[in-house]
Each structure stands twice: as structure tokens, then as C-alpha cells.
């Protein structure tokens, strides 16, 4: 059994309609674990409790036994760089960022502005240095060639992580390959038309190429035909 963390983003309250919740759904009925949060004041979110959180609900189950997937989407993405950088992020096997915002646009937000302060990653480089706390560097690993695949780096336990990404994102104007793909060395899953991958903007409700991921991880995201 494997157990999946999902993680949501700013002003989001785990909405039916939302590929996040259907994805929970779905895992469960295939008989894994979910854990999907309520993060704490989703709609003016403080980063040092969101930390706290993700500490919390981020444990390796304690028989050891499966992978532990984490899942992030939108303002999750750049908290789970943050706690990368502070050494509190998951131990992981895999982990999925999806459609994060840029520094900018998320620094000329006021309740989020906080989660913006990435400037530790310029000394940090490629995401393959971002390892666990105590100093162990993820490793590289390879995934293929093919356009819009990354040399895809090992997360902590030898995982990899995977950022996918929508063209015409408002949120992400310039893209998020250019953010923080190419700079941190991350395996790309591009998806044409899927501004900012989320129901109402992209039109993500039932995502069915992220659950077949889930369950293989050499699948490549794409988005709904």
C-alpha cells in the first residue's frame, strides 16, 4: 500500500470540484492511504504554521512498508521548497509539484507574500543539492530524453521529483520551467492550455494521467483529452 500526502493551495478548502479531492477519492477506493489535509487559515495562510503542518502530516508511516508519495499543488509547491531548504521537508520517495506561482506574483499578494522569499535557493542550485536534513544530497537520476524531461533528480529514500506545469498560467506568466524547473533541475511534464491546472482555471476537475501516475510512476502527466 502506498500512502499519499496531498497538499492544496491558497483560498482552497478541499472543494469537491477540484482534481485534489477526486484524486483522494480515487486512491482511497484502490485501497491506499490518503492523508489531504485542511491546511490552517487556507485564506491568509502564515508560512511558519503551514511548516508545522506539513511536518505533522508529512511522517513516514510507521510500519515503513510502501512508498510515500507527496502531492503539491499551486501555494504547496513553494511550501514544500521552503521546508526543502529549512531541512524539514517529507521523506518522500516521489514527489509531484503542480503549477506553483512565481516569486513574483506571489510576492504582490499580501497574505502570501512571505512564501515568496526563496533567495536561499540561489546558494542551494539545482534541486539534486536540496537534500535531508544532516547534510545527504539527493542524486541524480536519469528519466530519459525527450522534450520538457529534466535529468529528474532523486528526492530523499531515492525518489524523484516531478513538476508539471500549464502554459498561460496567470499565475506563472513567464512559466513555471523558467522558475523553477530548469534552475532546480526538476523532470518537466509540460501540459498545453492548462493555465494554472485547477477547475477554474484549466478546467481540472477529474485529472485522470495524474492517478495513473500515481500508480506508475514512468508515466508522463498530460492533460485531459
Known amino acids: 500500500m502506498t500512502t499519499y500526502l496531498i497538499l492544496h493551495g491558497f483560498q482552497n478548502h478541499r472543494p469537491p470540484g477540484h482534481w485534489q479531492y477526486w484524486l483522494a477519492e480515487q486512491l482511497r477506493e484502490r ?27 508529512g511522517q513516514r508511516p510507521q510500519d515503513g512498508d510502501g512508498e510515500f508519495v507527496v502531492i503539491a499543488h499551486s501555494l504547496s509547491v513553494l ?37 515568496a522569499e526563496l533567495g536561499e535557493f540561489a546558494e542551494l542550485g ?32 531515492g525518489g524523484r521529483v516531478r513538476l508539471v ?6 499565475y506563472c506568466p513567464e512559466g513555471a520551467d523558467v522558475h523553477y524547473g530548469l534552475p532546480l533541475g526538476l523532470d518537466l511534464d509540460h501540459v498545453p492550455g492548462g493555465r494554472h491546472l485547477n477547475p477554474e482555471l484549466g478546467g481540472y476537475g477529474p485529472w485522470p494521467s495524474v492517478l495513473e501516475w500515481c500508480e506508475n510512476p514512468a508515466e508522463r502527466v498530460t492533460g485531459n483529452r
Open 31 to 57: 485501497g491506499h492511504e490518503v492523508r489531504y489535509p485542511q491546511l490552517p487559515s487556507a485564506d491568509a495562510p502564515v508560512l511558519a504554521d503551514w511548516l508545522d503542518a506539513l511536518e505533522g502530516h
Open 79 to 115: 511550501l514544500w521548497l521552503r521546508a526543502v531548504a529549512a531541512g524539514r521537508a517529507p521523506d518522500a520517495d516521489r514527489v509531484l509539484l503542480v503549477a506553483p506561482p512565481s516569486p513574483q506574483i506571489t510576492a504582490s499578494i499580501p497574505e502570501i507574500a512571505e512564501f
Open 126 to 157: 539545482a534541486l539534486g543539492e536540496l537534500g535531508e536534513p544532516g547534510g545527504r544530497v539527493a542524486e541524480f537520476g536519469e528519466f530519459g530524453d525527450g522534450p520538457g524531461r529534466g535529468p529528474g533528480p532523486d528526492a530523499s529514500r
Open 165 to 170: 506545469y500549464g502554459d498561460g498560467d496567470p
